[in-house]
């Protein structure tokens, strides 16, 4: 039988203790998710293979819940935001909830179906992910992207489906941040 | 298929916009779960029937979680602070997850195996409450105490096993909150 346990959340930086996972996720691991790779490679050659995000969690797989936190950099590659890789679960009846702790944001949703969704994320905004929608985090402000997720330990990551991308892009626009049409069918 | 949605959450009062379920527990409502309810009773007459607790929540029965808000205002019954009710989960194989927004609280826990735990509850404390574990949260400050909850909207609410109470008591001591028995046996 498990232990209750506290685990204190920084909500600036995103870490969290304790914890039983951490990974990391920098430039050179995300060249299949950003369009302009030539971009990519000569910012990895200027700037380093600098960090996107990281994911940190907390899990005892004899429970039902996790949770955890996804810290994204603030950054771009070409005129696309950083993000994150994006995913269905693997577990088609599983959904999760996104609480943003600080920064600004945008969470792309796609359904199975083909449809497209946007939410915003900022500090309070507390998206609802249903079950059967991949989505995916990109950080649209100018500080750290910091949000809190809670799903089920067996639903599972996805990575597979959206090998070719997600059918939206996020870009910076002259004024702000815009969506355009990757090119990609869902 | 359900679609994603943002709930936003205000940290300070624990208002959730949209909601699709509040409720309040005021002192009348309490009666079975305080010790002294001569105060109590003192109390309804004398300042009314205060709002103890309330609860909100974004519930949707085709997903997986839901989540929601909970927010007890500061106070005591004689020496005993304002608390929730406690429960089980029906579900023996399902657990909870609790952020605190804000305030100061206590986390009580006992488990069916009669063993008894309690945890801190102050901004940036996540508190894992595995399944098993009967749970009520105690707000020991002078100020509202605001927790996110997230759970499976299958967990369901067993108020019934702490009928007669938990084993252990939080009374205001002379230095702060202290933990006494109840008399009753788990």
């Not at 079950?131 to 990109?138: E, G, L, V």
């Not at 939206?168 to 941040?177: C, D, E, H, K």
Request: aromatic residues 8%; charged residues 30%; hydrophobic residues 35%.
């Amino acid at each position: 039988m498990l232990d209750p346990q506290n685990v204190t959340i920084d909500a600036e930086s995103g870490a969290i203790a304790p914890e039983t996972e951490h990974y990391e996720k920098r430039l050179s691991d995300l060249r299949q998710i950003f369009a302009d790779r030539i971009a990519l490679d000569r910012m990895v050659g200027e700037e380093g293979d600098r960090l996107v995000y990281q994911v940190r969690a907390f899990r005892k797989n004899e429970s039902d819940l996790w949770f955890g936190t996804t810290t994204i950099e603030p950054g771009r590659v070409g005129s696309e935001y950083f993000m994150t890789r994006g995913h269905f679960h693997k577990r088609h009846d599983m959904g999760e909830v996104y609480h943003t702790q600080a920064g600004k944001g945008l969470l792309l949703l796609q359904a199975r179906d083909g449809r497209v969704e946007i939410l915003e994320m900022h500090p309070g905004s507390c998206s609802f992910i249903p079950p059967d929608w991949a989505h995916r985090s990109i950080n649209v402000g100018d500080d750290r992207l910091v949000f809190v997720w809670v799903c089920n330990v067996e639903a599972g990551n996805d990575y597979g489906e959206l090998e070719k991308g997600m059918q939206r892009r996020v870009i910076a626009g002259v004024s702000g941040p815009e969506m355009i049409e990757s090119g990609v069918r869902g």
